[in-house]
């Protein structure tokens, strides 16, 4: 499925950009299909100090932007840090990821993409120091001389 999230620019003219960023977005859900109950599980290798489940949340702003590997190209290294699975065991999309951009066009580039309910709903006072303490151990100096 080709991704079609769109921002708009200053002229107000509606611009298509995330596939050319390679965030890996994919499709969405405005509400929670019926009868599927998500949960979040976390990838505790990744993110050490967060519990390994949180549910969904049922009220408020439900809406699910999801990461997908298949939307990001081959050569780059997808994590995903958390996913949204339903009951029965099928998953909804990729809550949380980390991308390493290998690809011609955006490499050396690096990318986190987090899904709006996930710091909510993993408590966000735990959420973003665990993803702080995650990013730092994946940044790496400029080689000596460059700003």
Known sequence: ??????????????????????????????????????????????????PPTAPYPTSGDVRFRPAARMQVSSYDYYLPLGQLWDKQTHLQGDASVYIEHRSASLSPGKTIYVSMQTPGALGSDEFYPSLYQFISKKLQPLPSGKP
């Open 1 to 50: 499925m080709k991704n079609v999230t769109t921002y708009y620019c200053r002229s107000n003219k509606p611009v298509t950009i995330t596939d050319k960023l390679g965030l890996g977005l994919t499709g969405s859900w405005d509400t929670p299909p019926e009868g599927t109950e998500p949960k979040f599980y976390v990838n505790k290798m990744a993110l050490t100090e967060l």
